[in-house]
C-alpha cells in the first residue's frame, strides 16, 4: 500500500528560482470527489495513471501506474475535467528537503504553490524564506478543485 504526506504552501518572491530546473506538466482529472480522485499526467513523453484517496491530516493512499503517451493525450484531450492543469514544475533543494514549486497557467495563471512530501506527519523542515501561507488545509488549492474552480474564477 502506498502512502503521501504531503504539505501545501503559498510562495512569496522569485528567490526561489535561483537554481530550479522547471518541466512543463499537464495534469487532468477524471474523476475528482472528496474520496478519491483518478489523475493524468503528462511530462514531457512520460505519462502516468494516478488514483489517491482521501485525506486524513496530511497523508492519503496514492498509486501511480505508467501509460503509454498516446493514451495520456487522449484522455487529456477527450475525457478531463475542464481546464486541464497547466503548469510549470520546479524542483528546489532547501535544507534536506526537495520542495516542487508549481507555477501554473492559463485559468490558474499567477498561482505559485510549493510542495513538500514528508516521510511522517511530524517530520521537521526548515522553512526557506520564500515560504508564505500554508494552504495544506484549504482545498481550494488540491489541483483536483483547480480543474474544476480555476484560481483566475476566485
Known amino acids: 500500500m502506498a502512502t503521501e504526506t504531503e504539505r501545501k504552501f503559498l510562495v512569496t518572491g522569485d528567490d526561489w528560482r535561483k537554481g530550479s530546473r522547471g518541466r512543463r506538466v499537464r495534469q487532468g482529472y477524471l474523476s475528482a470527489d472528496s474520496e478519491r480522485s483518478v489523475r493524468v499526467r503528462l511530462v514531457g513523453d512520460d505519462a502516468c495513471l494516478t488514483v489517491k484517496g482521501a485525506s486524513t491530516g ?9 501509460i503509454p503517451t498516446q ?4 484522455l487529456l484531450d477527450e475525457l478531463c475535467i475542464r481546464p486541464v492543469i497547466d503548469k510549470t514544475r520546479h524542483d ?3 535544507g534536506m528537503h ?4 508549481d507555477e501554473f497557467h492559463g485559468a490558474n495563471e499567477g498561482l505559485v504553490i510549493a510542495e513538500i512530501e514528508l ?5 521537521r523542515f526548515e522553512r526557506p524564506p520564500w515560504l508564505g501561507a500554508e494552504v495544506s488545509d484549504d ?6 478543485n483547480l480543474a474544476r474552480h480555476p484560481f483566475s474564477r476566485w
Open 98 to 101: 526537495r520542495w516542487e514549486i
Open 58 to 66: 496530511w497523508t492519503r493512499l496514492e498509486f501511480e501506474y505508467p
Open 71 to 74: 493514451d495520456a493525450l487522449h
Open 139 to 144: 482545498p481550494r488549492y488540491y489541483n483536483a
Open 119 to 123: 516521510a511522517a506527519e511530524d517530520e
Open 92 to 94: 528546489v533543494r532547501y
